[in-house]
């Protein structure tokens, strides 16, 4: 497989449940990114790997819990969430973070009932 | 403020019409990064194009072509002679040297007819 991808692609989860979306790259890249895209809206920077560490982290609720077990893979696990949550969930890499531009994966469409 | 502004929220035009997408944005670094995402209907975002702060050089490739001018804090991207597939949307970006953030617009949403 090549570049980023996403699973699952689409996801309804209830408020009491805890699921978790996977994002794998596969462009030898040293960053990865969370992001939220809800409509009307600009895209929304969740969090920011680099080497695994995370090193931004733009104010998300704690109900969102990234983990970066290693360069290629990025999870983001989910409990207790909100309807306003429902969105569309984009995974990207980048060789390194800031300057460099980001690959996306396809997201995951995420509906909280 | 917002960083990144496209004012344009819809655009709708004719096949085989020229294009322009508005993107003007907002910085204090003199080192910056600029950047053009395309987003079909599959929802994929494409990146199509970075450009750093030094470099107002104008580009081009194929149909597609960007100008970017500091002096209004603008990079503006033209599609000529638009085609059905070129519907989609279009954002623009802004890394800054410092930090990790990377700033989008709201997109502007266009309609190639047929």
């Known amino acids: 497989e090549t570049g980023v991808t996403q699973t699952p692609r689409h996801l309804v989860m209830g408020m009491t449940n805890k699921k978790s979306l996977k994002c794998e790259q596969h462009?030898?890249?040293?960053?990865m990114y969370w992001y939220k895209q809800s409509a009307k809206k600009p895209l929304e920077l969740m969090f920011v790997?680099?080497?695994?560490?995370?090193?931004e982290n733009n104010s998300v609720p704690s109900r969102f819990s990234p983990e970066c077990p290693n360069s290629s893979h990025l999870f983001l696990h989910l409990h207790t969430l909100q309807p306003e949550d429902s969105a569309l969930y984009l995974c990207?890499?980048?060789?390194?973070?800031?300057?460099?531009?980001?690959?996306f994966g396809p997201g995951t469409r995420l509906t909280v009932t | 403020a917002q960083k990144v502004t496209q004012a344009q929220t819809e655009i709708s035009v004719v096949e085989k019409e020229d294009v322009t997408l508005d993107c003007v944005y907002e910085?204090?670094?003199?080192?910056?990064?600029l950047f053009w995402y395309k987003q079909p209907p599959s929802g994929e975002l494409v990146f199509l194009i970075r450009?750093?702060?030094?470099?107002?050089q104008n580009e081009i490739s194929g149909r597609y072509s960007w100008n970017f001018q500091k002096s209004t804090s603008s990079f503006n991207f033209t599609i000529t002679a638009s085609q059905v597939v070129d519907s989609a949307v279009y954002f623009c970006?802004?890394?800054?040297?410092?930090?990790?953030?990377?700033?989008f617009g709201t997109g502007t949403s266009l309609t190639v007819i047929p």
């Open positions: 990207a890499s980048s060789r390194f973070p800031g300057q460099f531009e980001q690959y």
């Open positions: 462009l030898g890249h040293n960053a």
């Open positions: 790997y680099s080497l695994e560490e995370r090193v």
């Open positions: 910085t204090r670094d003199t080192t910056y990064y």
């Open positions: 450009r750093n702060s030094f470099d107002e």
């Open positions: 970006a802004l890394s800054e040297s410092t930090g990790n953030q990377f700033y």
